[in-house]
């Protein structure tokens, strides 16, 4: 089967979401469930249509648990993606190979957290390894947790300091993205950061978190919410009510002695390198370029990896991410309008799901912050990503 | 296992305990009881190759810089035992 064989095979034909908040209330499941209904309802689909089902190997909730409360009928097809956070783009590829080799019709994806609520906050600090890929932890975290790294700001910080200190990077180059980021969810009703915009100076004047890279306002949100995604053949999905939104590509790039978050072992942190392949695999190798692209959702768990990624994938050259964000490149007129719901930093952090939900919106033209007739849209999550199309 | 070889032979191999800083960090927050804040944090590429996570001690924040030559030093830990950390290096490699 050749590298194109996804190529607009299949499509997100739904979408569905609950409220992003601090304190749901309720559990994944329910938060999963609510999600998962509104997305099937979302497709003008009925529930026994769903054959297939997608997450994260570090999502909470039982695929069992999911089948009998939502009262699917017979799964053929299940998977789960590993990577934590930086998995989750890769629903995409595993539906749409699933769908293109026959063994799945409809596909729902769904991830459902309570990062603020739950028993430990996401960001909170961790005194054993936790599960990132499902298990218990990586060999990595057993170096860093002696030593007082126990936070994912903490592992991330490292590659953002040599970062800096490669291409003379400062932390105001980060919050001049995280400005933009702010902006955005100002004007989205569904954005912790609704009504909330944000200046340099207030960016400079929140406290360090990790000193010299990261400062409160560079790290998402904690946040509780669930959001799921249909996926079919583009042939069903050019029956059904929604315009189709085709997956153009989609793949993933896990390299040796890459890490999860503490990703300290490959020579050179100062750049994402599973970006640069996951980006020559859905560009060169997928047959799309990089100026076909009219935005992009990139996940931004924390500022300094949006900016290494926009090099990484290739929108600008290495140490440049600065100037290119400096220009206004990421706002709604600029060259590649970003995170335009304001990210995982301004929206909320339903660990990347929701950079899908606004591509989606995007491209089916009622997103809050509606740019002007996009129609080709990448989502990044520096190790899996897809390009997404409305034609 | 090795990933060059695939050998399954463990050896213990003592080293210089001499590196260089490849990059830095301080840890303002969250703060866990276990540790005294702001955490130094360091990685450290060894004379042999090896990186490693640490801590930076006999130091101040503002005087580490990346590519400072650092050497080790152990400190104790819970349970009898003990951790590598580094200090700025004070002889000649």
Redesign the interface.
């Known amino acids: 089967m050749s590298r194109q064989a996804l190529r607009g095979a299949t499509a997100i034909t739904g979408v569905g979401c609950t409220e992003f908040s601090r304190h749901a209330g309720r559990t994944e499941l329910q938060l999963a469930c609510e999600a998962v209904t509104a997305a099937i309802v979302d497709a003008g689909l009925d529930v026994a249509d769903v054959d297939g089902i997608v997450s994260y190997t570090v999502d909470p909730v039982e695929e069992t648990e999911l089948v009998r409360s939502v009262g699917l009928q017979e799964i053929t097809w299940s998977s789960r993606i590993p990577y934590g956070g930086g998995g989750s783009m890769g629903v995409l590829a595993h539906a749409a190979g699933a769908i293109v080799a026959g063994v799945a019709d409809v596909v729902i994806a769904y991830r459902a957290v309570r990062a603020r609520s739950g028993a430990t906050r996401f960001g909170g600090a961790k005194v054993a390894p936790s599960p990132t890929s499902g298990h218990a932890g990586t060999t990595a975290m057993q170096w860093a947790m002696p030593m007082g790294a126990l936070t994912p700001a903490s592992w991330m910080g490292l590659n953002a300091t040599r970062y800096m200190h490669e291409f003379g990077v400062t932390n105001e180059d980060f919050g001049r993205a995280v400005v933009q980021l702010r902006a955005y969810a100002a004007t989205n009703p569904a954005a912790w950061g609704y009504r909330r915009p944000m200046t340099l100076a207030d960016h400079q004047e929140s406290r360090w978190i990790v000193e010299p890279c990261i400062r409160l306002f560079d790290c998402c949100q904690e946040t509780d919410g669930a959001v799921a995604l249909v996926i079919t053949s583009t042939e069903r999905a050019d029956h059904l009510p929604n315009a189709p939104v085709r997956v153009g590509a989609a793949s993933a790039a896990g390299l040796f002695e890459q890490e999860i978050a503490s990703d300290h072992y490959r020579p050179n942190l100062s750049v994402m390198e599973g970006s640069v392949a996951l980006g020559e695999r859905l560009f060169d190798r997928a047959g799309y370029s990089r100026s076909d692209v009219d935005a992009a959702m990139i996940y931004d768990a924390f500022s300094p990896i949006l900016l290494m990624q926009l090099e990484a994938l290739g929108f600008c050259e290495r140490g440049e991410a600065k100037d290119f964000v400096a220009d206004g490149n990421l706002g709604p007129g600029g060259a590649l309008p970003c995170n335009t719901n304001g990210g995982l930093i301004g929206e909320g952090y339903i660990h990347g799901l929701n950079l899908v939900l606004e591509a989606v919106r995007q491209l089916r033209g009622d997103a809050a912050n509606q740019l002007t007739d996009p129609r080709t849209i990448l989502v990044s999550a520096s190790r899996t990503g897809a390009i997404l199309t409305r034609d | 296992m090795c990933?060059a070889c695939h050998s399954l032979r463990v050896d213990v191999v003592e080293l210089s305990g001499r590196g260089v800083v490849?990059?830095?960090?301080?840890?303002?927050?969250?703060?866990?009881p276990?540790?005294e804040y702001?955490?130094l944090?360091v990685?450290v590429d060894l004379e042999e190759g090896v990186?490693?996570?640490?801590?930076l001690t006999d130091a101040h924040?503002a005087d580490v810089e990346?590519g400072m030559p650092v050497e080790v030093h152990f400190a104790p830990?819970a349970g009898d035992m003990a951790?590598p950390q580094f200090r700025p290096a004070r002889m000649a490699p």
Not at chain 2, 22 to 32: I, K, T, V
Not at chain 2, 51 to 55: A, G, P, Q, Y
């Open positions: 990933p490849y990059s830095y960090e301080l840890l303002h927050h969250p703060q866990h276990s540790f702001p955490v944090i990685l990186r490693i996570l640490s801590n924040a990346i830990t951790v």
